[in-house]
């Protein structure tokens, strides 16, 4: 079913959102995006004339009850957020009383689904290696299956509107769709804006196609960079990558950032370039410091010829050149991981090398697409996130997305 032919005009709705949201110590909100990200959805329920059952998780709180993580913390915010009052359920498995009694227009939030170690299905204080967790995994996909039917209860539909978790198969985010017909099911706005970034990169490709992937390590990123060779005309890897790869092809790297163990996967990475006919760009000089801070000494070397007690912490000046030649002319953008340590000011000018021309690419008709968490701290630091085309919210999820992978949350909806 689509959210927009969907009449909720007398109905419970359940939706999982992400309000996964930064607290300080205080329990003070620091960054309200998810909270903003859901509002399309959450009120298109209420002007419609349904009721709201909001789930979500936060933080990670193993199973087990734990205040910090108590989503009562945010009550007050997303009652401002929805301009209306949200009543809470303390115990999200025993909320079918305060579900029922829910009017039109009224709204329920539930407490942490991870208080309960069924959300995630994972079985609690046995090792994978005893001979007996195979059983306990099973037993816990069964009371996995109950969590779920239990949320399921509460409502008529049910909404999924939490890309970041999409790529779990938890009971809030897949199980709990098989309690419901394929009419009482959906995406909501934000997934369905995701899905179709998603979709402009993968299969709706204007050329030519540039990826731009940082970041510190090349093995996080290999299953995505294997994908996308088959897709882009220029990739980029840039940040402690870069060193990985100096190193492979012989260079002095100094103290650098580098995955000894990733050598052969770097030269392969540039072999099946060579033969995809993918213009693989990578980093030719370096800032370099003396130490992992912002107010280290610096110098500018060649990043196959890195002093020892000097490491390789932002792209260079020839390099942010080449980086933005390759980014201009591109129609499709796809950026995922910083090129420098840019939490340090000091660092930030290859990050931000990208970012301009990404922004610059964008203006001349590009489809821009930045996401997985670091980057997005980026593009946020530098105040550019609405001169992209699309800034995702997902972090894994979207990588796995990108990867090719069919994301649990989504296939539990599409079938
Ligand atoms: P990732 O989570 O893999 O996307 O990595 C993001 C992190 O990579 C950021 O915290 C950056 O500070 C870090 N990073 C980027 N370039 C470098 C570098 N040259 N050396 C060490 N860390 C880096």
Known sequence: MNIDDYKFAGKKAIVRVDFNVPLDENGNI???TRIRGALP???KILNDGGSLIIMSHMGKPKGKVNPKFSLSQI???????LGTDVKFAPDCANAAEAAAALKPGEVLLLENLRFYPEEEGKPVGIDKEDPAYDAAKKEMKERQKEFA?????????????AFGTAHRKHASTAVIADYFDKEDKMLGYLMEKEVKAVDNILSDIK???TAIMGGSKVSTKIGIIENLMDKVDNLILCGGMTYTFAK???GNIGESLCELDKLDVALDIMKKAKE????LVLGV??????????????????????????????AGPETRKIFTEAILPAKTILWNGPAGVFEFDTFTAGSRAIADAIVKATENGAFSLVGGGDSVACINKFGLADEVSYVSTGGGALLEAIEGKVLPGVAAIKG
């Open 149 to 161: 039917k239990t949320l399921a209860s509460y409502a008529d539909v049910y909404v999924n509107d």
């Open 75 to 81: 009550k007050d915010a997303v009652a401002k957020a």
């Open 41 to 43: 959805t959450l009120k």
């Open 207 to 209: 050329r030519p196609f």
């Open 276 to 279: 995809k006919g993918v213009n």
């Open 30 to 32: 620091t960054d309200d």
């Open 248 to 250: 492979a092809m012989g």
């Open 285 to 314: 000089d370096c800032v370099a410091g003396d130490a992992f801070s912002n107010d280290c000494n610096t110098q500018i070397c060649s990043v196959m010829d890195i002093p020892a007690g000097w490491e390789g912490m932002d």
